[in-house]
């Protein structure tokens, strides 16, 4: 063995297996793994420090080409007169992932995503417009309605020639993507759902003022909702629930709630507030493309979020068979606290569901 009996005692309970060359007198590197210097003799160090620096430079070399292949680019394409920003990663020769994000943020709430699964994985994520970087209309002169956001992000599809995509879905994402769904199903390889509704059981006490604002749009109904506009609030959707609020960056609710203080913004806001209201009575018929079609889904749910309680998630078991389900002790947006462990199920997912899929057809 190299070096002494302790150092032997030291590698055994790690697995590590070092070998000992019969002429040389080497320290040979076993599996690829190289022993801690500190457990080696002064006279092991002289054959392995030029192998070490061999494998140091090997690795730097490995990890520049995987920093390079894992960038997320920053993008703006015009659609109907509109400038919406979207963010990019990995090769578009892969299959696609559309990931539309939710209130009150932007494509930024998946810029650590990004990079996690570029490597296999084509992904791309807009802005609506009137979040993020997007342009922002005032509401006068642009139709504020998931309907319209739904119009966009599928002639944005279009015009990055997406023919073919898995949905990952978030929030205001959810009413969003289940449209694009419902009218081009043969486009959908698959869903990634991550608190995004589509229940009347996901509906709790939180929506008590809004149902009030959709029954009637008058201004001491809106009242109450403007509370959800403010830094106080934004702040909230990002810490409640969560486990360690101190691995939550600040960047967050900040950077959200400066787009959201700019001139017009939250008019807009209120309009969407009020569109929500059109999204369940959709509920039926998104529930049918679940049933008739059977997309591949995969469910990574914050089960403390009290926008959307994991009370929403579970009625997904009714009308899905190929269903991959997990709740996460987190809050409303999950990938801030549980990023890493969302990224492997997403990936683990994937690769399963979506290289080998054909294309979806109704069941019979």
Same mark, same amino acid.
């Given at each position: 063995?190299?070096?002494?009996?302790?150092?032997?005692?030291?590698?055994?309970?790690?697995?590590?297996?070092?070998?000992?060359?019969?002429?040389?007198?080497?320290?040979?590197?076993?599996?690829?793994?190289?022993?801690?210097?500190?457990?080696?003799?002064?006279?092991?160090?002289?054959?392995?420090?030029?192998?070490?620096?061999?494998?140091?430079?090997?690795?730097?070399?490995?990890?520049?080409?995987?920093?390079?292949?894992?960038?997320?680019?920053?993008?703006?394409?015009?659609?109907?007169? !509109?400038?919406?920003?979207?963010?990019?990663?990995?090769?578009?020769?892969?299959?696609?992932?559309?990931?539309?994000?939710?209130?009150?943020?932007?494509?930024?709430?998946?810029?650590?995503?990004?990079?996690?699964?570029?490597?296999?994985?084509?992904?791309?994520?807009?802005?609506?417009?009137?979040?993020?970087?997007?342009? #922002?209309?005032?509401?006068?002169?642009?139709?504020?309605?998931?309907?319209?956001?739904?119009?966009?992000?599928?002639?944005?599809?279009?015009?990055?020639?997406?023919?073919?995509?898995?949905?990952?879905?978030?929030?205001?994402?959810?009413?969003?993507?289940?449209?694009?769904?419902?009218?081009?199903?043969?486009?959908?390889?698959?869903?990634?759902?991550?608190?995004?509704?589509?229940?009347?059981?996901?509906?709790?006490?939180?929506?008590?003022?809004?149902?009030?604002?959709?029954?009637?749009? #008058?201004?001491?109904?809106?009242?109450?909702?403007?509370?959800?506009?403010?830094?106080?609030?934004?702040?909230?959707?990002?810490? #409640?629930?969560?486990?360690?609020?101190?691995?939550?960056?600040?960047?967050?609710?900040?950077?959200?709630?400066?787009?959201?203080?700019?001139?017009?913004?939250?008019?807009?806001?209120?309009?969407?507030?009020?569109?929500?209201?059109?999204?369940?009575?959709?509920?039926?018929?998104?529930?049918?493309?679940?049933?008739?079609?059977?997309?591949?889904?995969?469910?990574?749910?914050?089960?403390?979020?009290?926008?959307?309680?994991?009370?929403?998630?579970?009625?997904?078991?009714?009308?899905?068979?190929? !269903?991959?389900?997990?709740?996460?002790?987190?809050?409303?947006?999950?990938?801030?606290?549980?990023?890493?462990?969302?990224?492997?199920?997403?990936?683990?997912?994937?690769?399963?569901?979506?290289?080998?899929?054909?294309? !979806?057809?109704?069941?019979?």
């Amino acid at each position: 063995m190299c070096g002494d009996a302790t150092a032997r005692e030291r590698y055994q309970p790690t697995g590590v297996r070092i070998g000992l060359g019969a002429q040389a007198k080497k320290c040979q590197v076993i599996d690829g793994v190289l022993p801690p210097w500190r457990s080696l003799t002064t006279n092991h160090l002289q054959y392995l420090r030029p192998l070490h620096f061999g494998f140091s430079v090997a690795r730097r070399h490995a990890m520049a080409k995987q920093k390079q292949r894992m960038a997320v680019t920053h993008k703006t394409v015009n659609i109907d007169g !509109l400038d919406i920003f979207y963010r990019e990663a990995g090769s578009p020769a892969n299959p696609t992932v559309l990931l539309l994000h939710g209130f009150p943020t932007s494509s930024q709430m998946f810029r650590n995503l990004m990079p996690e699964l570029a490597n296999g994985y084509h992904l791309v994520a807009p802005d609506y417009p009137g979040f993020g970087e997007s342009s #922002s209309p005032p509401v006068h002169q642009f139709e504020y309605t998931f309907d319209n956001l739904a119009n966009v992000v599928e002639k944005f599809t279009q015009a990055l020639k997406l023919e073919r995509y898995s949905l990952y879905v978030m929030d205001y994402g959810a009413p969003v993507g289940y449209r694009l769904a419902v009218r081009n199903p043969e486009r959908v390889q698959a869903l990634i759902v991550q608190n995004g509704n589509a229940y009347e059981e996901g509906l709790r006490d939180f929506w008590i003022p809004f149902r009030a604002y959709w029954k009637d749009r #008058s201004e001491q109904n809106a009242e109450p909702l403007k509370n959800f506009l403010t830094y106080e609030a934004t702040k909230s959707q990002y810490t #409640s629930g969560v486990r360690n609020v101190e691995v939550i960056s600040p960047d967050t609710w900040t950077a959200d709630q400066y787009r959201m203080d700019r001139p017009g913004n939250k008019e807009i806001q209120l309009q969407l507030f009020y569109s929500y209201g059109s999204n369940p009575p959709l509920y039926r018929e998104w529930q049918a493309y679940f049933r008739n079609y059977q997309p591949p889904t995969l469910i990574v749910w914050g089960k403390n979020d009290p926008i959307f309680p994991a009370e929403g998630a579970e009625p997904y078991k009714r009308d899905l068979k190929n !269903l991959e389900f997990h709740l996460l002790d987190t809050g409303h947006f999950a990938l801030e606290e549980d990023g890493g462990e969302i990224a492997r199920y997403i990936k683990n997912f994937l690769d399963k569901q979506v290289k080998k899929s054909a294309r !979806l057809s109704p069941a019979a």
